[in-house]
């Protein structure tokens, strides 16, 4: 089982759309949870951190549950700037900051 | 956040040959790593550079085939060695800043190995 589990879609929405990604862990005691964006031929950007309480950031809202060890990404009025790919990655458990990234979520916005 | 440079963008080089990349930050960080990412896949984590000492390799990474430098606290240098068309890859650096846990990576240097 991988450490850290995507759908690689792709999700084809329309524009003003709301979509949303899942994520599962394997590691019961991983410790920071976040959600990457990457454009293609680009390098990961942090999109946002994922925190116990669950947190939003414009229209962007992060969900994390940790009893079933799952993440979720729900997008808001899907932009066309919006299409690329969302990397969920895990904080092992460990001394220094491993990050685990799962293989990522291609979202495609259509006008 | 820092500001992460890498050098070379991208290089062609031929197999059984070396190339060293540099990643420049523009502050003092605490943690900087080597990742790859091949055609298609996600990222993978190579070694963790340790300032003043040697790096920590993840498994299935060697220091004979990745031999990793890290001088002081804003560079760290990553060589493949002995290339072959299975390093075709980008490679990346990312850092953690002082005060933080987040990790912001640098823009990546294509490798394609012929």
């Known amino acids: 089982r ?13 524009e003003g759309a ?10 019961s005691a991983s410790q920071s949870f976040f959600w990457y964006r990457q454009d293609c031929r680009k390098e990961p950007k942090l999109l946002m951190s994922v925190y116990s309480s669950g947190n939003e950031d414009g229209r962007f809202t992060a969900q994390l549950n940790r009893a079933s060890q799952y993440i ?21 458990n460990t001394g220094f900051q491993k990050l685990v990234f799962g293989t990522g979520t291609r979202l495609l916005v259509s006008p | 956040s820092a500001v992460i440079s890498q050098k070379p963008s991208r290089d062609i080089c031929q197999r059984g040959t070396s190339l060293t990349i540099q990643c420049q ?24 550079a340790n300032q003043g000492s040697e790096a920590t390799y993840e498994s299935g990474f060697v220091i004979d085939k990745f031999p990793i430098s890290r001088p002081n606290l804003t560079f760290s240098t ?20 002082i005060g933080t846990y987040e990790q912001y ?10």
């Open chain 1, 2 to 14: 991988k450490e850290v589990e995507q759908d690689p879609g792709p999700f084809n929405v329309p």
């Open chain 1, 18 to 27: 709301t979509v949303a990604f899942n994520c599962t862990y394997s590691n």
């Open chain 1, 72 to 92: 979720s990404l729900l997008i808001r009025d899907s932009k066309l700037s919006d299409s690329a790919t969302y990397l969920c990655v895990v904080q092992a």
């Open chain 2, 25 to 48: 930050v523009d502050s003092q960080v605490t943690m900087m790593f080597w990742y790859r990412q091949q055609p298609g896949q996600s990222l993978t984590l190579i070694a963790t």
């Open chain 2, 78 to 97: 990553l060589t493949v060695s002995n290339m072959s068309p299975e390093d075709s890859s980008i490679y990346l650096c990312s850092v953690v800043g």
């Open chain 2, 105 to 114: 990576f640098g823009p990546g240097t294509r490798l394609t190995v012929t």
